[in-house]
């Protein structure tokens, strides 16, 4: 396995208007999204991440049980089905997020893990969930209308590349998480993301190189592009970016295109930050125990 792994991240406008129906929303979305995967794939990227819930419209600027029809099983439905396809045809491991059913009506927001031979190898459920209005027209991150905290831990995926970590969006404020990732041995972190101008446009470049930096990886965070209607609620201001353990800019996306951002990651530089930065030794987990407790 080579040390030197070429990472792709994928921003895109939504180009349907949130009043259509939900099957249009998919459909439209997901052959941009093959695209874009394939020409990630054609410019060298063997892991490729996509943005938060892809397939459709940020639909939690509102409240609506029309998007729950937007949910699907996870591995079982037709989204990682496909997706799984095409990771086996490209070669490429992918990072697919999209909004999970489980059961009857049991709803989460989900990324699922795809190896580069089209093996599904595992979920991660968003962890940390928003409610927070957005603008002054009953616009928000209105999240837990439509999702249920995640069950299933913080696990790392030993891919054909990597080994890979996935926090979505919201989590990335909780650096809880970011450092039970690297403990699990994490050389690359992803953060799929839908998040507006206005809001949190200052940490954008602000937490995720900090945790790349507290934990010796590199993180991938990925952010859509454009204004989405019929909300309009904000700028999704795009810039994504890779990021190495020493907190630099691998590589970063612009603010409105959509767009294929290419950045390499080296495993020995992580390696040579960690023997530098010794935060895994000298960390005191015996210490931290009042962080469980029920604290105000």
């Known amino acids: 396995m080579s040390d030197l792994v070429k990472i792709g991240l994928i921003q895109a406008s939504n180009d349907v208007d949130g009043n259509e129906p939900v099957q249009v929303h998919k459909e439209k979305a997901i052959e941009k999204h093959i695209n874009l995967v394939i020409e990630a794939a054609e410019k060298g990227s063997q892991i490729i991440c996509l943005q938060e819930i892809f397939y459709g419209p940020y639909f939690c600027a509102e409240q609506s049980t029309k998007w729950y029809d937007a949910a699907e099983e996870i591995p079982n439905g037709p989204t990682t089905k496909r997706f799984q396809e095409l990771a086996k045809e490209l070669g490429v491991v992918i990072v697919l997020p999209i909004y999970e059913r489980e059961g009857i009506a049991t709803y989460y927001n989900t990324a699922a893990v795809i190896d580069a031979d089209g093996s599904y190898l595992g979920k991660y459920r968003k962890q940390h969930i928003p409610h927070v209005a957005v603008g002054n027209e009953g616009c928000g991150f209105w999240e837990k209308y439509y999702f249920k905290p995640g069950n299933l831990g913080y696990p790392v995926f030993d891919t054909a590349f990597a080994k890979i970590g996935v926090y979505i969006c919201y989590d990335r404020h909780f650096p809880e998480g970011a450092r039970l990732l690297g403990l699990k041995g994490a050389e690359v972190v992803f953060n799929p993301s839908a998040t507006v101008a206005g809001l949190s446009e200052y940490l954008w470049k602000l937490e995720q190189p900090a945790h790349a930096v507290a934990n010796g990886y590199y993180l991938g965070a990925i952010n859509r592009v454009g204004y989405e209607g019929p909300w309009n609620m904000g700028e999704f201001y795009g810039q994504s970016y890779l990021v190495d353990p020493r ?17 390499e990651m080296n495993k020995k530089l992580i390696r040579e930050v960690r023997d530098v930065w010794q935060f895994y030794r000298d960390r005191r987990p015996e210490t931290y125990s009042e962080m469980t407790a029920l604290l105000p």
């Open 247 to 263: 907190g630099n800019f691998v590589a970063t996306g612009s603010r409105d295109q959509d767009e294929v951002i290419i950045g």
